[in-house]
T-cell receptor, first 116, second 114 residues
Framework: AQKITQTQPGMFVQEKEAVTLDCTYD???????LFWYKQPSSGEMIFLIY??????QNATEGRYSLNFQKARKSANLVISASQLGDSAMYFC?????????????FGTGTRLLVSP | KAGVTQTPRYLIKTRGQQVTLSCSPI?????VSWYQQTPGQGLQFLFE???????NKGNFPGRFSGRQFSNSRSEMNVSTLELGDSALYLC?????????????FGPGTRLTVT
C-alpha cells in the first residue's frame, strides 16, 4: 500500500528566506506521481507542483521546486523567497500512475508560518 | 474558466439525518473525486466517478454513497449521520482519468453533525 510521511508538524520561516518541507513515500509501484498541495485556512486545496516517477529532472513552478530523490523515496518541497501569503498547511500526496485512477494518498501535512 | 464549485459551503445536521453534498467540476472535466478531511484521520479518499461510473472507492461504510450525472456534476450522500462524520468534504475534478494531470479541488463543504 502507498504511504506518505511528513515528519514536520510545523515549520517557521522568515519572510524572503527559503524553506524545505519534507516528504517521504513508500510504494511498490514503479510508476507513480507525487504532488504538493497548499491549503490555506479557507480550506481549498491548491495545486503547487507535480513530479512523475520517471521524470529525470526535478519539477519547478515559480518559487516552488521539488527535490526528488527516487532512491531515498523522498520528494521535498522547496519554497524560495517565502512570502507572508505562504502561511498555510502543505500536503504531499501520491497517486498510482498505471491504474488510471485519480485517488490521491495524502500525508498528514506541515503547517508553515511565515513571519515578517 | 470557472473552478470547481461545491454546495453548500457549510451545513449543520443532527445525528441520524442524511445529507447530500454537490460538486460541479470544471467545464470539460469528466473525473470527480471526493475526499473527507478530519483532524484525526487527515485526508481520506472516498470515491471517484468518471463518465457516470464509480471507478474507485475508499474504505468507508456503505452509508457513504455518490453518483455522477451526464453533465459530470456529482453528488455524495451520507445517510444516518454520526458525530464522526463531521468533516470538511472536498471534491476534485480532473480532465481525464489517469495521466499526469493534477486534480483541481473545490473550496469544500464543512459538515457539522450535532
Amino acid at each position: 500500500a502507498q504511504k506518505i510521511t511528513q515528519t514536520q508538524p510545523g515549520m517557521f520561516v522568515q519572510e524572503k528566506e527559503a524553506v524545505t518541507l519534507d516528504c517521504t513515500y513508500d510504494t511498490s509501484d514503479q510508476s507513480y506521481g507525487l504532488f504538493w498541495y497548499k491549503q490555506p485556512s479557507s480550506g481549498e486545496m491548491i495545486f503547487l507542483i507535480y513530479q512523475g516517477s520517471y521524470d529525470e529532472q526535478n519539477a519547478t513552478e515559480g518559487r516552488y521546486s521539488l527535490n526528488f530523490q527516487k532512491a531515498r523515496k523522498s520528494a521535498n518541497l522547496v519554497i524560495s523567497a517565502s512570502q507572508l501569503g505562504d502561511s498555510a498547511m502543505y500536503f504531499c500526496a501520491m497517486r498510482e500512475a498505471n491504474t488510471g485512477f485519480q485517488k490521491l494518498v495524502f500525508g498528514t501535512g506541515t503547517r508553515l508560518l511565515v513571519s515578517p | 474558466k470557472a473552478g470547481v464549485t461545491q454546495t453548500p459551503r457549510y451545513l449543520i445536521k443532527t445525528r441520524g439525518q442524511q445529507v447530500t453534498l454537490s460538486c460541479s467540476p470544471i467545464s470539460g472535466h469528466r473525473s470527480v473525486s471526493w475526499y473527507q478531511q478530519t483532524p484525526g484521520q487527515g485526508l481520506q479518499f472516498l470515491f471517484e466517478y468518471f463518465s457516470e461510473t464509480q471507478r474507485n472507492k475508499g474504505n468507508f461504510p456503505g452509508r457513504f454513497s455518490g453518483r455522477q450525472f451526464s453533465n459530470s456534476r456529482s453528488e455524495m450522500n451520507v445517510s444516518t449521520l454520526e458525530l464522526g462524520d463531521s468533516a470538511l468534504y472536498l471534491c476534485a475534478s480532473s480532465p481525464i482519468a489517469g495521466g499526469s494531470y493534477e486534480q483541481y479541488f473545490g473550496p469544500g463543504t464543512r459538515l457539522t453533525v450535532t
